[in-house]
């Protein structure tokens, strides 16, 4: 699996500006039709220059256009591509760390977003002629032969934050920020759950937890009562025979989207589990083998 801010950072073509552990780059790629998991152990902002994209997790699809923007949390997502035109796009990643420094910074009062439910991994961002132009104010600092003071970058990193947080149009990161501010480390078991559909390594998984590998694993038995390996194939069986029985899904998608390595890894593991194959499932509950 990809992670995305290692792979901009490492990059010798991309056009990026890090400060600490902030990072800002214009992303630029022709856009195939080709999926792939990609995953990021600190949050980013995402703003569509052009192309389209479409980003899914296990409870929605989003097609990100020209002119869209997203809040992402750390984890993963499923990237899908369209080739009508080159993608370009301007990432901000942001830790928690940063987050929490700026509502304490600026004494922001969290209190009233109130966290119902935890947020999907992509939080869309409604889009306005105030968020339009402060990431049109970002693109000029590309062009510069000298890059721009570090102070001049958080502090544009901090307006963005500071716009987002005082318009009501935005309540969904409001909650989750005040989740964030709230948390002294990430909570295993909301990573696990919203995360277990990416074939992660248990080494990614301990770094998007914020946590040594060994720390990961006691803390997760802790919570579960069982390993880390077994509680994922569980976790990912019962959702792809969740596809199984409720879409009409190719075999080859359903193993993709459950975090399977390989389809004949997904086959065995699956007929282990439930005594029979997953088209022979599928034959049962009387939808069609693709």
């Known amino acids: 699996m990809t992670n995305i801010q290692d792979f901009i950072s490492n990059s010798t073509i991309t056009k990026k500006i890090a400060v600490d552990q902030l990072l800002f780059t214009e992303f630029k790629c022709p856009q195939e039709e080709e999926r792939s998991h990609i995953w990021c152990d600190n949050n980013f902002f995402a703003h569509v220059l052009t192309g389209t994209t ?11 256009k020209a002119g869209d923007s997203a809040f992402a949390k750390k984890g993963s997502v499923i990237s899908q591509g369209f080739n009508d035109h080159e ?15 700026v509502v304490a910074k600026y004494k922001i ?6 966290l119902h439910r935890l947020a999907d991994n992509l939080i869309p961002l409604n889009s306005s002629s105030l968020l339009d132009t402060y990431f049109q104010s970002l693109i000029p600092h590309f062009r510069e032969a000298v890059p721009p003071p570090a102070n001049l970058i958080k502090l544009k990193f901090e307006e963005l934050i500071l716009t987002l947080l005082s318009n009501n149009d935005y309540q969904p990161l409001g909650c989750y920020f005040h989740h964030v501010c709230k948390q002294a480390k990430p909570s295993i078991a909301e990573i696990m ?28 038995r802790d919570i579960y009562k069982e390993s880390p390996g077994k509680w994922l194939l569980e976790k990912r069986l019962s959702y792809s025979r969740f596809l199984l029985e409720t879409t009409d899904k190719s075999i080859g998608d359903i193993c993709f989207e459950s975090g399977f390595e390989n389809q004949s890894h997904f086959i065995r593991a699956f007929r282990n589990r439930y005594g029979l194959p997953p088209g022979k499932l599928r034959v049962q509950v009387d939808l069609p083998i693709r």
């Open 109 to 114: 009062d969290l209190s009233g977003h109130k």
């Open 87 to 101: 993608f370009c796009e301007l990432l901000i990643f942001v830790p928690d760390d940063f987050i929490k420094t």
């Open 193 to 220: 759950d919203t995360n277990f559909f990416s074939n992660l390594s248990l080494e990614e998984f301990a770094r998007l937890c914020a946590r040594s590998l060994s720390s990961f694993k006691a803390e997760f």
């Open 54 to 64: 479409v980003l899914k997790t296990p409870n929605q699809e989003y097609t990100l």
